[in-house]
């Protein structure tokens, strides 16, 4: 099994634009990342740089999205996610980063099923990176059948950026 790292913090506390910076350092990081560009989510490829719109604006047409709370996402672009993850080649990723583990998630949509794919089928040569807002964290960890004794929380200081 892949060596699992968490990433947790309070919603808005800068994950993922840390994440973009580290990334955007390193060759060997892939999956994706959910920045806010220009007042709207995106999904964005870490490798390719490849972003898709995420986060639907209020006069979409309803069957093409998904809702969680007071947010709708595209349902393709979700798709669009799975693929990346599915497809992340393994022999040259040392880095797999999937932001965000959420509520769509543990309600087996948004990034789901290719979360739990990726978490069993990824070689041990590869570091999973999970973004996990703080109050979640251990419904993620009992969802995804994590132990906290096997898992690292990841530290950009300890990752050598």
């Keep these: 099994m892949a060596k699992i790292y968490i990433l947790s913090g309070a919603v808005h506390s800068g994950k993922t634009t840390r994440l973009l910076n580290w990334a955007n350092q390193r060759k060997d990081v892939y999956g994706v ?5 220009e007042e709207r989510r995106f999904l964005l490829n870490i490798h390719t740089k490849e972003s898709r719109l995420l986060e639907a604006p209020p ?3 309803e069957e093409k999205l998904v809702h969680i709370g007071k947010y709708s996402f595209f349902k393709a672009t979700f798709r669009w996610g799975r693929q990346v993850l599915e497809q992340t080649p393994a022999q040259k990723a040392a ?7 959420g509520p769509l998630e543990l309600a087996g949509l948004g990034l789901e099923p290719a979360v739990h794919a990726v978490l069993k089928n990824m070689p041990d040569s590869v570091n999973v990176m999970l973004v ?6 251990n419904t993620v960890l009992e969802y ?10 990841f530290d950009f200081d300890e990752s050598g950026q």
């Excluded at 990342?33 to 560009?37: G, K, R, S, Y």
């Excluded at 995804?144 to 929380?153: E, P, Q, R």
């Design 33 to 37: 990342l959910a920045p806010i560009i």
């Design 59 to 61: 006069k979409a047409l």
């Design 95 to 101: 880095w797999l980063v999937i932001d965000e583990i």
């Design 132 to 137: 996990v807002r703080e109050k979640l964290l």
């Design 144 to 153: 995804y059948g994590l132990k906290m004794d096997s898992i690292n929380m």
